[in-house]
């Protein structure tokens, strides 16, 4: 291993779920004491701590788990990134350890959201008989969202998805219900996600309507969880046991980016772009491609979103990613696996937790602990989140071969 | 004469009411919120340019479920309008499938959104079927 290697020594997440009798503290806690324990080493190890919460923490997260877990003295990155949040306190916990300043970093997200309900919707409605004053950037007298356009998640997902059908076809209520049938099926298999219920097509077809055509099993979970990881460089794990060196887990390559700017960007937000961006850095600080990965974990926020992210991370041919689907590759049983967890769909999507157990959930199949849901012999993996606004994390990990 | 107000400062209203968007002078990317800078070339001289209120529809959704006190279903969508996309709901047809569809061709059409307490009528702007 090179001394420069970028390694995660210990990773852990928290099951996905409602835990109505712990705080979102509690849940940081829970994951960063077991990854810190799955590392093999303590508080004292860790030279840098990122933390991540967007909901409902409120100021200095990372603080509050220190108190809870070891206050050493350490600097804190207390981070935000919308869904990519657990990406970015693990790239900058990376950041710590590949500039050489810190040996060890420790990175956690953890979020609260169970009966959270409809995100993204703007609520407050002006009082009638107000006088109307044009507000904000564009000037409105009354609210926008629901009169021009829908500020929902699940309506604007549902529409980046429906815009991959307009530019490339092939695209149907029937066909994104499909991708969503893949994902419940697969969590049937995963005891940390928080629905492990396999729905028929027409059951997924049949239920409610969110925002056409993304129904409710179509949509992420709202629910609580976290997850932390600890990593270290190649330097450092070389004077570990051979058991550390064992079970890590190399992070062969780590990319944020945002959004440039392409024309309709700030209509609909473009997930694209900055998706396809990420991804060819990866690929290429890794010096692997699309065809070596044994897993992905993507960012299937909704149904409408995983399809175009097959294309987005160059998994099929531009503009194929609705053959490559029918084709059942996606499937853990085809070509190229994607969402085995189950996805946010079944898994859940706490926030700022994601980031880090799409990544839990790659190390597990990359260390051949992933018991009955195992991607047999799976060597390399990549994990996708992104958040709107945008901000897109890829990483790409491998076993260690030792 | 009921005095009006546009929705959104965007709207022009009068005898042919049409969007307005603000154009980067330097490399012409179109935006239609008060801006600081273009964030495509980092220039800020802008103009104010009239957008067709011909479009075509690049895609929808049709919320079912949203914030309380918005009126469900209705579509929402992104209307792609002579090459400048614009945001905006799907209006005078029936909020289905069957009625709404990629590529269909919709105009801008406006309606009334509300009154304040001094009279004032507020005028949104929808796309209708062409």
């Known amino acids: 291993m090179a001394s420069d290697d970028i390694w995660i020594l210990g990773i852990a997440m928290t099951k996905f779920g409602k835990h109505s009798d712990k705080d979102i503290v509690d849940l940081g806690s829970e994951a960063a004491i077991a990854a810190l324990a799955d590392a093999g080493v303590t508080m004292a190890d860790i030279g840098i701590l990122a933390a991540g919460n967007l909901m409902g923490a409120g100021a200095g997260f990372g603080q509050q788990l220190q108190k809870q877990i070891g206050q050493t003295g350490i600097p804190v990155y207390n981070v935000a990134n919308a869904c990519a949040t657990g990406a970015t306190a693990l790239r900058t916990a990376i950041m710590a350890v590949k500039s050489g300043e810190v040996r060890m970093g420790l990175a956690v997200g953890a979020e609260k959201l169970s009966g959270a309900g409809l995100l993204g919707g703007g609520g407050t409605s002006k009082k009638d008989g107000n006088k109307f004053e044009p507000r904000g950037r564009f000037g409105s007298v009354l609210p926008t969202d629901g009169r021009i356009g829908t500020d929902t998640m699940p309506g604007t997902f549902a529409q980046v998805g429906m815009e991959y059908g307009h530019k490339y076809g092939g695209v149907s209520f029937e066909l994104f219900a499909k991708i969503s049938e893949k994902n419940h099926a697969h969590s049937v298999l995963n005891p940390m996600a928080a629905y492990q219920k396999r729905f028929t097509l027409d059951e997924i077809m049949n239920d409610m309507m969110i925002a056409y055509p993304n129904t409710r099993p179509m949509c992420s979970a709202n629910c609580d969880g976290a997850a932390a990881a600890v990593v270290t460089s190649g330097e450092v794990l070389r004077t570990l046991s051979k058991e550390q060196q064992r079970r890590a887990i190399k992070v062969s390559a780590s990319v944020l980016t945002t959004d440039p700017y392409e024309e309709a960007c700030q209509i609909l937000p473009d997930v694209n772009t900055l998706t396809r961006n990420a991804a060819k850095i990866a690929y290429e600080q890794a010096g692997v491609s699309p065809s070596d990965l044994d897993l992905v974990e993507l960012h299937d926020c909704f149904a409408t979103a995983e399809l175009v992210h097959y294309d987005n991370l160059m998994l099929c041919p531009e503009g194929g990613a609705v053959d490559f689907f029918m084709s059942g590759a996606t499937w853990r049983d085809g070509s190229m696996p994607v969402n085995v967890s189950g996805g946010l769909e079944s898994k859940g999507h706490p926030i700022a937790a994601t980031g880090i157990a799409n990544i839990w959930e790659v190390c597990h199949h990359l260390r051949n602990e992933a018991g009955d849901r195992q991607i047999k012999d799976a060597k390399v993996g990549l994990a996708h989140v992104i958040g709107l606004g945008s901000a897109c994390g890829i990483h790409i990990l491998e076993r260690s071969g030792l | ?130």
């Open chain 2, 1 to 130: 004469m009921t005095k009006t107000i546009p929705h959104v400062d965007y709207l022009e209203l009068g005898d042919k009411p049409h969007l307005v968007a603000n154009e980067c002078t330097s490399c012409g990317a179109r935006f239609f919120d008060r801006r600081n800078a273009c964030a495509k070339c980092f220039k800020n001289d802008f103009k104010k340019v009239a957008i067709s209120t011909d479009g075509i529809l690049k895609s929808f959704t049709i919320v079912a479920f949203a914030a309380p006190g918005i009126p469900v279903p209705f579509v929402a969508g992104i209307i792609d309008c002579a090459g400048t996309s614009v945001r905006g709901n799907v209006v005078n047809t029936e909020p289905s499938p069957e009625k709404v569809t990629l590529g269909m061709k919709l105009r801008l059409t406006t309606f009334s959104i509300g009154t304040d307490e001094e009279g004032t009528e507020a005028i949104g702007f929808g796309f209708e079927p062409a």
